[in-house]
């Protein structure tokens, strides 16, 4: 069964993947090795994930604003998320998912971080704001 979570639609496009779920803010420089898309800050729950082709769920991201261009080496390595959710996106990984072409979705309902799970098949429509729980 199919289950829907509604959102603010971010940045345009559809995602699909096995979702990788964190309760962490994740700031791109420094946590994520653009070469490889592993997870590398330490400490962080995800430490030791690869994002690659996964839909990234989060609460927010932290950090520099060069984490927009992180997101872009991502994309340009073939090492980014397949679609990002947010539970509140901030300027810095907006603008990121934007120029790479990441669809993204934030403010779900129900919120994306407590009802999707780490592996769950998901869909992202950024354009519509719509996930899918296949």
């Known amino acids: 069964m199919i289950r829907t979570l509604r959102g603010r639609p971010i940045s345009s496009g559809c995602g699909q993947g096995e979702a990788l779920v964190t309760k962490d803010p994740i700031s791109f420089l420094g946590s994520v090795d653009p070469a490889t898309g592993m997870v590398v800050e330490q400490e962080h729950e995800l430490e030791g994930k690869c994002v690659s082709n996964k839909v990234l769920v989060f609460p927010t991201g932290k950090g520099s604003t060069v984490s927009s261009y992180v997101m872009y080496q991502l994309k340009k390595n073939g090492t980014a998320p397949a679609a990002v ?26 919120d994306a971080i407590t009802t999707i799970k780490t592996g769950d098949m998901v869909r992202v429509d950024g354009t519509r704001g719509v996930v899918q729980i296949l």
């Open 85 to 110: 959710i947010n539970r509140s996106a901030e300027p810095i990984v907006v603008v990121g998912a934007i120029i790479s072409d990441i669809p993204m979705v934030d403010s779900t309902e129900p």
